[in-house]
């Protein structure tokens, strides 16, 4: 299969757009034309990464992190990152990264999670605002269900829950075909007037060019008559973080063991504990402590990130109890999510899973007096 054919499975649960303007999601090295029969998914990419997929025949290896997350000036083995992209060129690997993308999508990283701890009721924390776009034309009536249809089945007019989602009001459109035009009605040179429906409907930002090439496909006129809106509405299909609720309620304590148990991590951080009891739980995986305030306005008990800097646990302020529960514990299932993303699109194609642990971070324990691995 293709890279940039398999790539683009990935990208339909999280686009690339989503990714945030320091990332560097997507492929990092290879041609996006090649083919490969084998893929290996991992966390990180290290040159141990690599030899994995050397030795299960991978063409293509698929991280969370990007391998080249900065510019690369010289290309010369003196770091990890050099060693591995010669290592991989050399290899004939290509590698690419889905990183904030998939931790923006509701179908994501942070959904994974949510899923791993027990939360129902889960939307995004953090939604994207700006990235809807209302879509209008104007169509004759005889056509009017070929287009909407047709905008439908390219993803657009999905509201939550709701599909098909559209306003049609009637009118009279007016026009004067030129000499050189083949018009679908009315004659060249005189003007006319046609019975047609307005069709309103709402589109994703990133579905927005293949809804409209759909729309124009499926319309009758030779020059399509069209619309685009840009709207202020939240975009509940992505965001930053989630929230959630617990099955059922949970001291701290026990939510604190909770996380321990199902992120498999000896060492955890926590704020001073407030002595309510936890049932709405707001999570983002890797460092995310940027969005404290916002767990905190949606009325989270407690909230679940990492990478907490020492004088960011005094903002919890007993407001809610937060969490570090550390970086590649909390991304660490974004392995198996991108997997299962993987076999479900195409179930014979050979997705394997990286044997490598890549945490860079070691842990000593003072009680037993020994070092944590």
Request: charged share 25%.
């Amino acid at each position: 299969m293709k890279i940039k054919n398999l790539l683009e499975l990935l990208y339909e649960e999280a686009p690339l757009s989503w990714q945030e303007d320091y990332d560097n999601s997507g492929l990092n090295i290879g041609d996006p034309k090649a083919s490969t029969e084998r893929v290996l998914v991992c966390l990180d990419v290290t040159e141990a990464v690599i030899d994995e997929a050397i030795e299960k025949r991978c063409g293509l290896i698929i991280s969370h992190h990007p391998l080249v997350f900065h510019g690369i000036k010289q290309l010369v083995p003196k770091g990890p990152i050099e060693r591995a992209v010669i290592k991989a060129v050399r290899a004939g690997i290509a590698i690419a990264a889905m990183h904030t993308n998939l931790d923006n999508s509701m179908k994501g990283v942070n959904k994974k999670i949510a899923e791993k701890l027990g939360l129902t009721q889960v939307k995004a924390l953090q939604p994207f605002a700006g990235r809807l776009k209302k879509l209008t034309t104007f169509c004759p009536a005889d056509h009017v269900e070929t287009v909407r249809n047709a905008i439908f089945a390219a993803g657009g007019g999905n509201i939550g829950e709701y599909s098909s989602c559209s306003f049609n009001s009637e009118g009279t459109g007016t026009f004067k075909a030129g000499q050189h035009t083949n018009p679908f009605v009315g004659e060249k040179g005189k003007i006319h007037y046609e019975a047609e429906t307005r069709i309103e409907t709402i589109v994703p930002d990133h579905l927005l060019q293949r809804v409209v090439d759909a729309m124009i496909a499926a319309h009758p006129y030779e020059e399509v008559a069209y619309d685009i809106y840009p709207l202020d509405n939240s975009y509940d299909a992505a965001g930053t973080g989630v929230i959630g609720v617990l099955e059922k309620t949970l001291t701290e304590t026990e939510l604190i063991e909770h996380i321990a148990h199902v992120f498999q991590t000896k060492v955890l951080r926590y704020s001073a504990l407030t002595g309510k009891p936890i049932q709405k739980l707001a999570v983002c995986g890797g460092a995310g402590v940027f969005l404290l305030q916002s767990a905190i306005r949606a009325g989270a008990d407690a909230f679940v990130t990492a990478d907490v800097k020492y004088h960011d646990f005094f903002e919890a302020d007993k407001k809610l109890l937060l969490i570090d529960a550390g970086h590649y514990e909390t991304e660490q299932y974004t392995i198996e999510l991108i997997a299962e993303i993987l076999r479900k699109k195409i179930p014979n194609f050979a997705v394997h899973i990286s044997e490598v642990n890549t945490n860079a971070v070691n842990y000593f324990s003072s009680r037993n007096t020994e070092i944590i691995s």
